[in-house]
């Protein structure tokens, strides 16, 4: 490896100075003396490598003989090594130790001293003996033996010019020099200045020897010789190109005469000596000739007549050789260039001449797969070439498509024929090659399908192609198949893109009647495939659960997005809310008795989600204006009502949360159609704000009501499984309520027409009242055990909020201080609350004092700092009046008053008196 490095130095020292420098001695001197030192610097790397893997090596093998044996093991060793020694006398030990030799072994590390030998002593007798401790065996630096590297390079040079074939080293590295000096000498003195003519020839003459001697050499050494053999066509089909295109020796008519030689010598070649790199390199050729040697003149007719005689070379050599690789490059090549040809020059006046080689094409490749086919061993008599087989008609027939410039009815015939021959081949093969006819007989179902959309409307085209998918599937579960099976569901997603073109197309323009039209139909057919197929998956049991499920879901998608198309379509927008309901609850009842049947869980989530989605769709009758007890609402909460319950009932034997989410999604729709149906009542009846809020929050805090007090009343039909899911439902109303206790906290309240009263105010009953609920619900054994423990805290907190939004509620309706920013500015308002929360502060000191209660009189201690800061931070601006003033003094006899009834907190239990 040196030596070519060496070399490959050289070489590029005498092009660098030779191109750069002119002088080829110092280039080749300066490449040699790198090359060395490359050489040496990758030698040297190489043996630091292996010295490291020693040292790693040696270091584990050290290490592994260090380890400690076992304790009883080393006692009992040393005990037997000293009886020995003390039984033994000292003249024959030292006889026994000069007989021994002392040959030592090599080692890579110096050896460790030996422990000094063991000695009986007198008390050995009556003691035990007690091993030594282990030898403690250590690793000494590594010493620098090696030579410098100045020593190491002069020595490594020694051994390359006195070792191995020196002569032919000297004598390579001369030589090179030589010839670069003796080809830079002659091109500045110019000798090599021949005519172009000369230069292709002698370039022709040398690949034709090389060419001659590759045949020479073929059955010594078959793979040089097919190398080379290779290698001179091309340089000749190069020759011949550079001949025409770069210096115009040839015309074209000879240029691609010799092209079509070489390319036909190549295929002879290929096929005599079963050598595929030769015919995949003429096939290369023989499709890039006509581009490179063409001159612009665009007579398709002979350019597509060369590539028919090219494929049918094609198909005579697979007559004779099974060769994919040449069969796939015939195919991509044809097309290809076909295709390209015919966007950028054809025109519908050429279809006469264009269409006999595109057929004559299809029928090679049609052959091809059907040759090979027959010709295979009966181990691999079920190979098929897909790409051969489908691509082939596939390409066909959208080049077909695009000759016949969108023409349906032509187009509907081609599909037709193509269906026929399908049909022939498929029950001429199907006894004898198995999978190439069932192969065909897909083609031949899916052109005779394709042949309806092009014939019929595209409606009755999704039509037909969802049924005929569904029954594809069914055939190919019923006979366990799976090219059927997958037919049948291209087949319905091809129902589909044949909807959305009709679509598209503005084919439902003109539909007048709801439901019962053309598109309504068109894709609840597309549903009614997809759930049959799904179903059929079902019933299969090794059938994949996600296929069912994607089935499923895609039907779903059509039967909603059909259901909504006719709604938009059809309803005036203020009945849209009742007629979404309907679906909803045409939705559920199928899918919830499809869910008792099949046991799906996809099912079930559809019916249960089709409940809960009543929630949005309860709440868009009041945007609507539309009521929810009356006229078409009350028809929709009716069909709602009744496909709540057969859903429920079909899914209360389920184990999942199914259940669950209908019952909480179906009570709470009930709930909210409540709140809708009593607002709207409200504001007929032209009440106050805080009576319209009163009235809307009244079915929450009724249903959150019912759920703690009375869960029975509103268990069905889940009845006893409801107490499994009673905690959830509690914590959703309780999250609802607390959002509307705490967004109560900025209403103004208006009791009109009654006049206002503190505590009485609708908005304030509605907050003790959902106060009052999540008092009880915190000490329910369904609430969360996290949120009961802090009970005390957050009624508190709730109940701090409430009296500081009653007492700015009061000042504002009582006091006629605006609702707004200027409320806080108030001295009033500031004057309320000091009141307010100091009567707080102190009833906090005085019950937790009397009820030795710790907690709530550091509760009321915590709110009278909050007072006194308050006082020293805001009231103290308001001095200069009565009501500032009035804050100061009240705040100083409350205080006065603790300090007489409660001076100091209580104690705590198991706490003594202080001496």
Same mark, same amino acid.
């Given at each position: ?480 198949? !799976?090219?059927?099976?997958?037919? $049948? *569901? /291209?087949?319905? =997603?091809?129902? +589909? @893109? #044949?909807?959305?073109? %009709? &679509? ?122 539309? !009521?929810?007890?009356?006229?078409? $609402? *009350? /028809?929709?909460? =009716?069909?709602? +009502? @009744? #496909?709540?319950?057969? %859903? &429920? ?133 369904? =609430?969360?055990?996290?949120? #009961?423990?802090?009970? %005390? &805290? ?122």
């Amino acid at each position: 490896m040196g030596f070519l490095i060496v070399v490959a130095a050289c070489i590029a020292g005498l092009f660098v100075g030779g191109t750069f420098g002119g002088n080829i001695g110092f280039g080749f001197f300066g490449g040699l003396a790198i090359g060395i030192a490359f050489a040496q610097l990758r030698s040297l790397s190489a043996r630091v490598d292996a010295l490291g893997k020693q040292l790693d090596a040696l270091q584990r093998a050290q290490a592994a003989r260090a380890e400690t044996p076992p304790r009883g093991a080393d006692t009992a060793a040393a005990a037997a090594r000293a009886t020995a020694a003390a039984a033994q006398p000292p003249a024959a030990t030292a006889s026994t130790e000069a007989a021994t030799p002392t040959t030592p072994a090599p080692a890579l590390v110096d050896p460790t001293p030996a422990p000094p030998p063991l000695v009986a002593t007198p008390a050995a007798t009556n003691t035990p003996a007690t091993a030594p401790p282990p030898p403690r065996i250590t690793i000494p630096p590594p010493r620098n033996t090696q030579p410098d590297p100045l020593q190491r390079f002069a020595a490594w040079l020694k051994r390359w010019f006195s070792e191995g074939n020196v002569p032919v080293k000297v004598g390579m590295l001369v030589l090179f020099a030589g010839v670069a000096a003796l080809l830079k000498y002659a091109s500045d003195e110019g000798w090599l200045r021949l005519p172009i003519e000369l230069r292709l020839a002698g370039v022709a003459l040398a690949a034709i020897a090389a060419l001659a001697f590759g045949w020479r050499e073929r059955e010594r050494r078959s793979g040089f010789a097919r190398a080379l053999q290779g290698g001179a066509i091309g340089v000749l089909l190069l020759t011949v190109f550079a001949a025409f295109r770069l210096y115009h020796l040839l015309p074209a008519g000879a240029a691609f005469a010799l092209m079509l030689v070489l390319v036909a010598g190549a295929g002879v070649l290929a096929v005599l000596q079963d050598a595929l790199a030769l015919a995949v390199l003429g096939i290369l050729a023989g499709f890039a000739a006509p581009i490179l040697i063409s001159t612009g003149s665009g007579d398709h007719v002979v350019l597509f007549s060369y590539y028919a005689l090219l494929n049918l070379a094609i198909f005579a050599i697979a007559w004779m050789r099974a060769w994919r690789v040449l069969n796939l490059l015939g195919f991509f090549f044809t097309y290809a260039i076909g295709t390209a040809w015919g966007v950028l020059r054809y025109d519908h006046v050429l279809f006469a001449s264009t269409e006999p080689f595109l057929l004559t094409y299809f029928a090679i490749y049609l052959a091809i797969p059907i040759l090979n086919a027959l010709r295979q061993a009966p181990a691999r008599r079920d190979v098929v070439d897909g790409t051969l087989v489908f691509g082939n008609p596939l390409v066909a027939f959208a080049l077909q498509a695009a000759l016949l410039d969108g023409e349906r009815m032509p187009l509907a015939w081609s599909a037709l024929a193509l269906a026929l021959v399908y049909v022939v081949l498929a029950a001429a093969l199907i006894q004898r090659r198995r999978v190439l006819g069932e192969s065909f007989a897909v083609l031949a179902v899916g052109f005779a399908t394709l042949a309806v959309p092009l014939a019929l409307s595209a409606r009755s085209t999704a039509c037909t192609f969802a049924l005929e998918g569904a029954a594809l599937v069914w055939l190919g579960l019923r006979e366990q198949r !799976r090219l059927p099976r997958i037919a $049948g *569901l /291209a087949l319905q =997603a091809l129902a +589909a @893109l #044949a909807f959305a073109w %009709a &679509l598209s197309d503005g084919a439902a323009t003109n539909e007048t009647v709801a439901i019962a039209n053309g598109s309504c139909i068109g894709a609840l057919l597309i549903a009614l495939a997809a759930f049959a197929s799904a179903w059929l998956y079902h019933r299969r049991d090794d059938a994949r659960s996600e296929l069912r499920v994607l089935l499923y879901l895609w039907g779903l998608a059509w039967w909603l997005g059909a259901g909504v198309r006719e709604i938009d379509r059809f309803v005036a927008a203020p009945q849209r809310p009742a007629a979404l309901l309907a679906l909803v609850a045409l939705t559920a009842a199928p899918a919830a008795f499809a869910a008792r049947r099949t046991r799906a869980f996809a099912t079930a989530l559809t019916a249960a989600l089709a409940l809960a989605a009543g929630v949005v769709i309860a709440l868009a009758f009041d945007d609507a204006d539309l !009521r929810p007890f009356a006229d078409w $609402g *009350l /028809a929709a909460f =009716a069909a709602y +009502a @009744l #496909a709540g319950v057969f %859903a &429920l009932t079909q899914l209360r034997e389920r184990n999942d949360f199914t259940p669950a989410l209908a019952q909480i999604g179906w009570l709470w729709t009930w709930t909210c159609a409540a709140t809708v149906a009593l607002s709207q009542f409200a504001n007929d009846l032209q009440l106050g704000a805080g009576w319209q809020v009163a009235f809307t929050a009244s079915p929450v805090l009724a249903a959150w009501a019912l759920a703690l007090l009375r869960p029975a009343w509103i268990a069905a039909p889940l009845a006893t499984r409801f107490a499994q899911w009673r905690g959830t439902l509690l914590l959703l109303q309780a999250v609802v309520a607390t959002c509307l206790f705490l967004g109560l906290l900025w209403h103004a309240g208006d009791a009109a027409p009654l006049p206002y009263l503190p505590v009485l105010d609708p908005v304030e009953l509605v907050q003790l009242g959902a106060f009052a609920l999540a008092a009880r619900w915190l000490a329910d054994r369904d =609430a969360p055990r996290d949120i #009961a423990a802090r009970r %005390a &805290l957050l009624l508190a907190g709730g109940g701090f909020l409430f009296v500081t939004a009653a007492t700015l509620r009061a000042t504002h309706q009582l006091g006629g201080i605006p609702w707004d920013e200027h409320l806080w500015s108030s001295n009033l308002a500031q004057t309320s609350l000091t009141v307010v929360w100091s009567v707080l502060g102190v009833l906090g000191w005085v019950i937790g004092s009397r009820r030795g209660q710790r907690a709530l009189w550091f509760a009321g201690a915590v709110l009278m700092g909050v007072v006194l800061a308050k006082l020293l931070l805001v009231d103290r601006t308001h001095l200069g009046n009565l009501f500032g003033i009035a804050s100061f003094i009240a705040y100083g006899l409350l205080c006065t008053v603790i300090g007489y009834f409660a001076p100091a907190p209580p104690r705590e239990a198991g706490e003594g008196v202080a001496p």
